[in-house]
């Protein structure tokens, strides 16, 4: 653990009465993941080169604060690339868009810019080859996520299936000489993907595999630090979306270590009642949620109580990627 830092104690004069003080652990690492920056970095270098208004194709992160921020700069989010004027650039989403769409696109003569997660794209390539070696593919992941969408549209129809549990493993009735391997959604549990590995290597023993899972260092990463802040915590709060998927496994982490959890996406949805009985509350954000809402939350909490913050270190990012070439020339 790093120093703690003390707010100044309050003075009963300037202050009213004297805030209960509450020790904050902050998870770190947390927010913003190097796929997630890439992808905001992309978009907003698209309206300085092209000129607003510059269409996304999906909320290009899972973030409503982010979405927002852009499209006060000019993008325009859409859901389906029919939805965008054919001489408008159009940026595809960090989740990944089925083979599809590009290919679409590059039909139209449209100028596009993919913000795929280069981590997501590796797993489109192992997914290519593997079909190409005559495998089927079990994929790991949740059911309509954008970025299983996207997966799945990189191969064709029939070769992959999906899986999210170690239920639908057992009911998987595939013929016993087919070759098989696995992949995975990169936002996953990665407590309970191994479950769901581990019952894919019991019943398929000559299943290929990567050789860990899929799941990225960010995920991997804020659910450690989760992990590490959890058990000495009354509460965690999870800033991110609903639909954020490694947000939501956030919360999911911490209940496991027996501590409550709130997903939160702004400071003002926190309800003073959650802090009745709390003298330690864990905070981290999920890979789309930047580091201002950590910051707005933290303040939130010092209008109520005397703040003793602390950040809780359990890895160092130092991940950084290219930019498409389009915005680098
Ligand atoms: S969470 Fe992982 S896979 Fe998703 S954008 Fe971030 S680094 Fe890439």
Redesign the pocket.
Known sequence: MNAPFHAPAPDPAQDGAAKPPLEVLIAAPRGF????D??IEIVEKAIDRYGAPVYVRHEI?HNKFVVDGLKAKGAVFVEELDEVPVDAPVVFS??GVPKSVPAEATRRNMIWLDAT????SKVHRQAERQVKDGRHIIFIGHRGHP?VIGTFGQVPAGQMTLVETEADVAALALPADQPLSFLTQ??LSVDDTARVVEALRAKYPDIMGPRGEDI????SNRQNSVKAIAPACDLVLVIGAPNSS?SVRLVEVSERCGTPARLIQRAHEIDPAWLDGVGTIGVTAG??APELLVREVVEQLATWRHVVEQQVETAHET?IFKLPRQLTV
């Open positions: 993941c190097a796929g997630v890439r992808a992160v960090a989740h997660c280069p981590l997501v970025e990169t936002t990225c260092y960010a995920t490694n890979a789309s991940m």
